[in-house]
């Protein structure tokens, strides 16, 4: 790596939601000052939550003990992790050293599990908010909360984990990086509904929801 590179950890695991890591890889990997790891237990592929696709673990956790920032996503994956005591304590230590630790959808839960989020306000899919709540955290129904002091950030539910990269490329370079790297990614949603957010959806939406989670799991 030349001068002036940063590393960027993104954890990868069993049963990880795809987006929660790969959007904020695609934010991240277009600032040619940073270098992205995928770290996992060992290297190799892992599945994703539907185990339809594979991602590449590039290095195991304890090879990267001091990156600059870290990317925690989530998926269904994350409940194992939250008692995974050598995910926890890389984390722990890792988090001394960042710039910013930072989560996607559940990867929130494995954060509070690693003691970094007691009290404080922070971000997860709306479903889990009760089990982020159950580690210590406060959960609030916004898209990106920042703490700047704890060098921590979580983002909402899996798409929310561009936004948040967005934010991060802003804070570690300048506004101007940030909206470049959106331009390149041509990130301008127009979706053809608005239900993004549970406030926004009909008893009808919530339970078609409801019925898709039971069948996948």
């Given at each position: 790596m030349s001068d002036g590179t940063r590393r960027v950890a993104i954890a990868?695991?069993?049963q990880v939601t795809a987006l929660d890591a790969?959007?904020?890889?695609e934010v991240l990997q277009r600032i040619p000052e940073l270098d992205i790891v995928f770290v996992g237990h060992e290297q190799g592929t892992v599945r994703t939550e539907n185990a339809m696709l594979g991602l590449s673990v590039d290095?195991?956790?304890?090879?990267?003990p001091d990156p600059d920032v870290i990317v925690f996503p989530g998926g269904i994956?994350?409940?194992r992790l939250v008692h995974d005591e050598r995910?926890?304590?890389w984390l722990a230590g890792a988090h001394t050293g960042t710039r910013f630790t930072t989560s996607v959808c559940t990867g929130s839960l494995v954060l509070a599990a690693a003691g970094l989020l007691p009290g404080l306000t922070a971000?997860?899919?709306?479903a889990a908010?009760?089990?982020?709540?159950?580690?210590?955290a406060r959960p609030v129904a916004e898209r990106v909360v920042e703490h700047p002091e704890e060098r921590i950030i979580t983002a909402a539910g899996v798409s929310s984990g561009i936004d948040m990269a967005l934010r991060v490329v802003e804070l570690l370079y300048d506004r101007t990086a940030a909206a470049a790297a959106q331009l390149m990614i041509e990130y301008d949603p127009a979706p053809p509904?608005?239900?993004g957010a549970p406030s926004k959806a009909s008893e009808r939406v919530l339970e078609r929801v409801r019925s898709y989670a039971e069948l996948r799991h």
């Open positions: 990868l695991f069993a790969v959007g904020p890889y290095a195991r956790f304890e090879e990267l994956g994350t409940r995910v926890l304590a971000t997860t899919h709306w908010y009760g089990e982020l709540e159950a580690l210590g509904v608005s239900c």
